[in-house]
């Protein structure tokens, strides 16, 4: 069973950096991709970004030039570096893998506060 544990998340002030980190374990063998979605109070899941082993990445608009993804493929980790942060960004981050066999995994969740 394949569990994803996230952590790294906090309040910050606007302005400020977090740097949130994913473990995948349970696999085998390396994910073809993980990323970070986050859920803020009211709003639908959206994508935040993701990487694939090739290193495709995709940003959503909203955190591009902002935000970089990084991955360790081999420990099955990710890390989302998160700078200049703005209260619009406070949301649940959550952590989710794709394997080879285009099974969804996901994790519960680390909680990201921007105060302004």
């Known amino acids: 069973q394949v569990q994803l544990v996230e952590s790294g998340g906090g309040l910050v002030q606007a302005g400020g950096s977090l740097r949130l980190s994913c473990a995948a374990s349970g696999s085998r063998s390396s994910m073809y991709s993980m990323g970070w979605y986050r859920r803020a109070p009211g709003n639908e899941r959206e994508l935040v970004a993701t990487?694939?082993?090739?290193?495709?990445?995709t940003y959503a608009d909203s955190v591009k030039g902002r935000f970089t993804i990084s991955r360790d493929s081999a420990q099955n980790m990710v890390y989302l570096q998160m700078n200049s942060l703005k209260p619009e960004d406070t949301a649940v981050y959550l952590c989710?893998?794709?394997?080879?066999?285009?099974?969804?995994?996901w994790g519960k969740g680390t909680l990201v506060t921007v105060s302004s």
């Open positions: 989710q893998a794709l394997d080879f066999r285009l099974m969804n995994y």
């Open positions: 990487m694939t082993t090739g290193d495709i990445t």
